[in-house]
Structure formats: structure tokens, C-alpha cells
């Protein structure tokens, strides 16, 4: 198994480090001058900790060079142990959708740490720990924005840094979720908790990824679309055709793809509008749902992208256990997968001036290797 | 022993400090497994379930009028876990579900996904089955008192209580202070 790198990227570099499946997926992005952004959080089960934390201080990084954390949205394969990366970058701006500063939804992450008896998370309570941990770095109810949340929308700005020395200047923007996408998510978040007398259950959403953020990442004039989960619909006012009405120019290299390459979250306008001609696919499997398939990594080389996968779209059959027990559940349980594979890993550096450079480490590949 | 007897009554249901007895709609008895029959009947046909009680199916309440509690140990099914995982439904589809399993036997192991029929669940339990519903799946043997051994699957889903008002309020009273807390700078 290769070992994680060892040496960072340099004060110019602009770094995209994509991780999956851990359950889920985690972008890190370094943004020149040491400063490190972190995109959803996932699990390195290897290690027992979350990804980000294992593979920055693998690269010797100081945590509270991180300057701000995001979370795309609430699902668990989203927020695997975002809490703990917080806990961890003092430093750090958590940011999020602004579709979840409602009562409804804050209401459904509270409830969740009652919701059931069992440590089986809903993506809830990893925000109920997140603004556990934000309450705290709020000192007499006085909220300092560096702390967070930033509740993101369309055309927010995220993050902006000046040019230092060697580092063009930074800026990051939200192109998602649109006014139209969190009035749906709106209506799907009103039915996470019941109403009294109903069953309690963990909570699952029905409208999972209109409220997902897609960042725009620019330094100097290296660009990169982070995604997020967002998927597309036929209403222009959400999901990715509203994206496609944000009034932040530029067209990207790389390009974080959505809700790990599946058709739904495919908008043809994206490739043409907002990437460049010989995009960068960047893409995370679900193994849940045994994305992506092959018909989506030929969809996205088809566009003309070089086409890069963190690991394979199904996980690894189960352990053996007693002969006993397997001839029995296999009778009865049908597709029976283990959900986390090898966490695989997508690394782009890309300088000034130059061509990104690929590496793919742990069981990530590019889709032409294995056409 | 205890030889105090209790003399059978209602046909439909006797409760009585010693626990439960319910005459079915055939009147074959149901009994908890601390009472035996007198004239030592349960020993044909009874049958131990999960929970510890004791059905006996025998003849109608007229050849057994009494009932003598007694501390001796009857023989008992019992059930071996080889297996178990606890699971929480994330799809369902007509006649199927899909399930996220979390080993129970061996935590340190990763969760698994897997579809199942809706008619491996018990009947009482299939208007439980729903997103987000939690559920017990265990395997194993079942050694009934005559010895004989089943492997059996075995999958329970989990009658949750409900939400209550209170609750709500409180977790709507938090969600207040969080937004007062983190509502945006003017």
C-alpha cells in the first residue's frame, strides 16, 4: 500500500487533494501560503480519525493553518467526523448552507441526539457536535465571524486573500445553494422530525442534495469547481441550472464532479459554461449506491475530461464469518457490501504557469487506464 | 417448591402476582414459564419463546383446572446468538428494503449495506418498515427443549417512542438559541 506524501506543496502550489469512499468523501485544497481549506470530512478508518487530520499532519501541517471548513450538506457521507477537524483547527471558519439557518432544521439537529438510543449517525449529529463546538468559541453569547457559521449561498463571497510574495491572490466563492434550491430544501428539512405521537426513526432526508454548496476556487487564474452533492433538476431555479445563472465569471480546470458522477447531478451546460475544454474530472464513489457506473465515467470522458476516480463504486464483499452464519445470511440478505473500501486518494498540484500534475495514491485510478 | 394453587377463572386472561395466563380463542393455554401444570402436562408440546414465556398447547381448560406455581426450572428453548447487527433502513421499495448494518458481534468491523425481503420480517412488524427505522438481525441456533437445533435468522424491528410534544419543544428551544447565536452579522 503506498504511504501518504510526505513533502507539502509549496507556497505558490495550488493543491487539490480529493479522498473516498471513508463512507463519503473530503477535498482538501491548499490555497498558497501554507493555508489549507477543508471540504466535507470523511473517515480514515486506518487511523481512526478523520482524513483531513491524518493526511495534513502527515504532510507536517500546523491544524490552525486552516482557514476555513466546509460542510456541502448534512449527510453522513458528507460529515464524517467534520466536528472533530473543527475541534481541531482552532483557527478555522466553519461555513455551511445557508438553507440549514432555519428553526426546522436546527430543530431536527438537536432532536437527533434523541432520536434513537443507537450510535448510528444521520449526518445531524455531527452538526449538533459542530455547533456545540461553535457555541463555545462564542464567547458570552457574542458570536466572532471568523467563528462562524458562514451560511453560504449563491454568489457569497467565501474567502478572499490579497496577493503575498509569491501567491497570486485568492478567492472563493459560493455558486450554490440558489434562493430557488433552499425554498425546496425547505420543505424536505420540515419533515425530519415528526410531529408529536409519530415514531422516531434516523433521520433521512427525501430531498437529499438541493441544498448542497458548489464552491468556486480561484488562485490567480487556477480554478477549481468543487461540486459538492448537487444534482439537477428541470426547474431553472435550482440545482445545477441555477448555478449556471451565478453572476461569478470563470471557467474551471478542475472540477470536483457532484453526487460521485451520477447522471442526476449531470448538467451539459456546466462542461461547456463553467470548465475549461480539457477539464480535470475529480470524482468520489458512493458505494451505497454503486456510484459512479460505468456509463458516468464515459459520460465525463465523452466531455473531454480526464476522468479520475478515488476507488472503486462497490465496496468489497463482507468478511467471512462462521460457516454458519454466512450460509444463513446469505439466504436471507441480498448484495450484502461492506460500505467502506481503501481510501483512495486524488492528488493535484498545479504551479503557475504550468500543467496540474496527478497523482493517485491507494486504489485511485484514471478512467482511460482501465477502459 | 411453592404449592399455592391458583385456580383457573378467566378463560380469557388471569393476571396474578406470579405473572400472566391467557387461555386462547381454541383455549390452549399461554403461560409464563415459572407455572407448570398440574398433573404434569407441559411436558408435551411446550414450547419456549423469546421472551421467556412458555406456550403449551394442550387440551381445553376443562382437563386443567389448576394451576400450581412452582420454582422448579422447566425445560427451556433457547436461542445462541451467533450473529447479530443492528440495521437502519435507508430504502424501501414494494417488496424490499435496503439496509445499513452495523455489526454488533465484532464493532470494530465496517458497516455493511444489503437488501432484504420485506417478507423475512414478521408480519406484526412490516408497517415498521420505513426510512430511517432501526432494526435487530441476528442469526444463530435454536435449541428447543427437546433438544432439537434450528439455525434461524431472526430480524426484530424497533418499536421507537414516539416524539413527544416535550420533546419537540425543547429540541425547538435550542434550535431558537442556536439561531439567536449564529444568525448573521447586520
Known amino acids: 500500500m503506498p504511504q501518504l506524501p510526505e513533502l507539502g506543496p509549496s507556497v505558490g502550489t495550488l493543491e487539490v487533494s480529493v479522498f473516498g469512499p471513508g463512507i463519503g468523501e473530503c477535498v482538501l485544497v491548499h490555497i498558497g501560503a501554507g493555508e489549507w481549506i477543508v471540504v466535507d470530512s470523511c473517515i480514515d478508518r486506518r487511523r481512526k480519525e478523520p482524513v483531513a487530520i491524518s493526511y495534513l499532519r502527515s504532510l507536517g501541517v500546523d491544524l490552525a493553518s486552516v482557514k476555513l471548513i466546509v460542510a456541502t450538506h448534512w449527510h453522513d457521507d458528507h460529515v464524517g467526523g467534520i466536528a472533530a477537524v473543527l475541534d481541531a483547527c482552532p483557527r478555522a471558519t466553519f461555513a455551511c448552507s445557508a438553507a440549514l439557518m432555519t428553526k426546522e432544521f436546527l430543530t431536527a439537529v438537536e432532536a437527533s441526539r434523541r432520536a434513537t438510543t443507537e450510535s448510528m449517525g444521520s449526518g445531524l449529529g455531527e452538526l449538533a457536535a459542530v455547533f456545540d463546538i461553535l457555541s463555545k468559541r462564542a464567547p458570552s453569547g457574542s458570536r466572532p465571524s471568523s467563528v462562524g457559521p458562514k451560511w453560504l449561498s449563491q454568489d457569497v463571497v467565501v474567502l478572499k486573500r490579497e496577493a503575498q510574495g509569491d501567491c497570486p491572490p485568492v478567492a472563493i466563492h459560493a455558486l450554490s445553494p440558489s ?14 422530525v415528526g410531529p408529536p405521537g409519530s415514531t422516531r426513526r434516523v433521520a433521512v432526508s427525501e430531498d437529499p442534495n438541493s441544498l448542497s454548496v458548489v464552491l468556486l476556487v480561484e488562485i490567480g487564474d ?12 428541470a426547474d431553472p431555479l435550482t440545482g445545477w441550472n441555477a448555478v449556471l445563472t451565478s453572476q461569478v465569471p470563470g471557467r474551471a480546470r478542475l472540477f470536483k464532479v457532484p453526487h460521485h458522477g451520477s447522471q442526476n447531478a449531470d448538467n451539459p451546460q456546466v462542461w461547456q459554461l463553467r470548465l475549461t475544454s480539457t477539464p480535470t474530472a475529480l470524482v468520489t464513489p458512493f458505494t451505497r449506491s454503486g456510484l459512479p457506473r460505468a456509463s458516468d465515467l464515459r459520460r465525463m470522458a465523452a466531455y473531454g475530461a480526464d476522468v479520475l476516480c478515488s476507488g472503486p463504486s462497490q465496496g468489497p464483499r463482507p468478511p467471512r464469518r462462521d460457516a454458519a452464519v454466512e450460509k444463513t445470511a446469505q439466504a436471507v440478505a441480498r448484495d450484502r457490501r461492506v460500505l467502506e473500501g481503501a481510501l483512495g486518494h486524488i492528488r493535484i498540484r498545479w504551479d503557475a504557469g504550468t500543467e496540474p500534475t496527478v497523482e493517485l495514491f491507494n486504489g485511485a485510478y484514471r478512467h482511460s487506464a482501465v477502459a | ?32 414459564s415459572r407455572f407448570r401444570f398440574d398433573s404434569g402436562v ?29 420454582t422448579k426450572e422447566l425445560p427451556r428453548a433457547s436461542f445462541q446468538v451467533l450473529q447479530a447487527w443492528v440495521g437502519v433502513v435507508t430504502e424501501v421499495a414494494d417488496a424490499e428494503f435496503q439496509a445499513e448494518l452495523h455489526d454488533q458481534t465484532n464493532p470494530e468491523r465496517s458497516r455493511e449495506v444489503a437488501s432484504f425481503l420485506v417478507e423475512e420480517v414478521s408480519n406484526e412488524d412490516h408497517e415498521l418498515i420505513a426510512k430511517g427505522a432501526v432494526f435487530y438481525w441476528s442469526v444463530g441456533y435454536r435449541v428447543s427443549p427437546s433438544g432439537q437445533k434450528d439455525r434461524v435468522s431472526s430480524i426484530r424491528f424497533r418499536r421507537l417512542p414516539a416524539w413527544s410534544r416535550r420533546d419537540i419543544e425543547q429540541a425547538e428551544g435550542r434550535a431558537e438559541e442556536w439561531l439567536r447565536l449564529f444568525a448573521p452579522a447586520p
Open chain 2, 42 to 70: 407441559e411436558e408435551s408440546g411446550a414450547e419456549q419463546i423469546e421472551s421467556g414465556t412458555c406456550e403449551v398447547r394442550t387440551g381445553t381448560s376443562s382437563v386443567l383446572p389448576w394451576i400450581v406455581p412452582t
Open chain 1, 222 to 233: 487556477r480554478l477549481a469547481l468543487l461540486g459538492g452533492d448537487l444534482e439537477q433538476d
Open chain 2, 1 to 32: 417448591m411453592a404449592t399455592q394453587p391458583i385456580q383457573l377463572q378467566d378463560q380469557d386472561r388471569i393476571l396474578n402476582d406470579e405473572g400472566v395466563l391467557r387461555t386462547g380463542a381454541d383455549e390452549n393455554f399461554l403461560a409464563v
Open chain 1, 179 to 192: 434562493a430557488g434550491s433552499q425554498t425546496r430544501a425547505l420543505m424536505a428539512i420540515a419533515r425530519l
